[in-house]
């Protein structure tokens, strides 16, 4: 497994009031998401547990994009069973969009 980890600054911070949301399953070169809040509105971090060696670029890439949506105060665990770069992208939009949900 290849760790990565990314903590890069974010336009605004994510709306909502969940506390945590996980998106995906680890299976059939899938991947899982989960979201939680951290306290430092405007940072993301990211950590990547991935069976797919020597692609940081590409994760760089796809992270750098989700975070320019406004992911301040996020902290996202990632585990990677192969999946490519769009389904990794449809994940992290799935959970950032649960996130934001309001608890009721």
Same mark, same amino acid.
């Given at each position: ?8 600054? %974010?336009?605004?911070?994510? $709306? ?5 949301? @996980? #998106?995906?399953? +680890? =299976?059939? /070169? ?20 991935? %069976?797919?060696?020597?692609? $940081? ?5 796809? @992270? #750098?994009?989700? +975070? =320019?949506? /406004? ?34």
């Amino acid at each position: 497994m290849e760790q990565l980890s990314f903590t890069l600054k %974010a336009p605004r911070p994510a $709306g909502g009031s969940r506390w945590q949301a @996980i #998106a995906g399953v +680890v =299976a059939s /070169g899938n991947l899982e998401v989960l979201v939680e809040r951290m306290e430092d509105q405007n940072t993301c971090r990211i950590d990547i547990a991935t %069976a797919a060696h020597g692609f $940081g670029a590409v994760w760089e890439a796809v @992270i #750098a994009d989700f +975070v =320019a949506r /406004g992911t301040g105060g996020l902290r996202v665990s990632i585990n990677d069973g192969g999946a490519r770069p769009d389904m990794v992208a449809l994940r992290l939009a799935q959970g950032l969009r649960m996130i934001e949900e309001t608890e009721t």
